[in-house]
């Protein structure tokens, strides 16, 4: 890719053959002296480095606008992000992050360095790592009326009483497993936590989705310990598999431990 075809601020026809400005679009920021070229993977085009010192920042010429959140759009980001991070410790910037012009992005570095760099001596050398669980609700409730002789006996009470008595216990029954649920879901995430956490640098809990997520939550790990940590998850799986379902993600870059937000403000 020449200069010319990476300047600042150029123009091409937009809809309607109106022009549109051309900006840089920032993936992420990485530790490294090297030019990286990593061909048309990016949003708008090939993504490659605008540098300053040893810091470089990702970037693609792409169209200053609001970038919508598509599924192609979001997969480019992160296929951009997760090249880069195979061999350099990466800083992910935030989806939609886009400056004006080469300069601009040459300033963010000059900047905002001495920040980079610290976040970076933070999460050299480490990966994020997602883990959500989902539970079979059904047999939660099975388990709870095998072991609480409460539920066992109030539910045994309902069924063998006659109709029109049974409003009341059935309100108590409903409340007692409702209860006995939130419990048992906290010693699961408990539990989850007291053999993943020791394996991590940090955790970060996300939202639940649904009526049967119980866990969501992404953990820093050190490269070393990955395998470890592979094998940690594997053996909760096994464990829990009668009851828990696991999704296991990564490694991503540390989206959830980087708190970089820049936003097309920037581009104006």
């Known amino acids: 890719m020449t200069d010319d075809q990476r300047g600042a601020g150029t123009r091409d026809e937009g809809s309607g053959g ?5 900006g840089k679009y920032v993936y992420c920021i990485a530790e490294t002296t090297e ?20 810091l470089a920042a990702v970037v693609s010429d792409a169209p200053i606008e609001q970038h919508d959140p598509t599924r192609e ?4 980001h992160e296929l951009v992000n997760e090249r880069v991070m195979r061999d350099h410790t990466v800083i992910p910037m935030s989806f939609g992050t886009i400056f004006r012009s080469e300069e601009d992005v040459i300033d963010l570095l000059r900047s905002t360095g001495t920040a980079f760099s610290d976040v970076l001596d933070t999460i050299r050398g480490k990966v994020e790592l997602g883990l959500k669980a989902v539970w079979d609700r059904d047999r939660a409730v099975a388990e709870l009326e095998e072991q609480n002789t409460t539920i066992r006996d109030l539910k045994t009470e309902i069924t063998s009483a006659s109709t029109g008595s049974t409003y009341s216990a059935r309100m108590q029954l409903g409340r007692l497993i409702e209860s006995a649920l939130e419990t048992r879901a906290r010693e699961l995430v408990a539990g989850i936590h007291a053999v993943l956490d020791p394996l991590s640098v940090a955790t970060r809990s996300n939202k639940l989705v649904g009526d049967n997520m119980i866990f969501s939550a992404a953990f820093l790990v050190g490269r070393a310990r990955e395998g470890e940590f592979d094998a940690a998850v594997e053996a909760l799986s096994d464990r829990y598999r009668d009851l828990l379902t696991f999704k296991y993600t990564g490694p991503w870059p540390p989206y959830n431990f980087v708190n970089i937000k820049l936003t097309l403000e920037r581009a104006r």
């Open 73 to 76: 759009n979001l997969l480019a």
């Open 35 to 54: 030019a990286l070229d990593l061909g048309p993977i990016g949003i708008g085009g090939p993504a490659y480095t605008l540098h300053y010192r040893g």
């Open 18 to 22: 109106e022009p549109a400005v051309t």
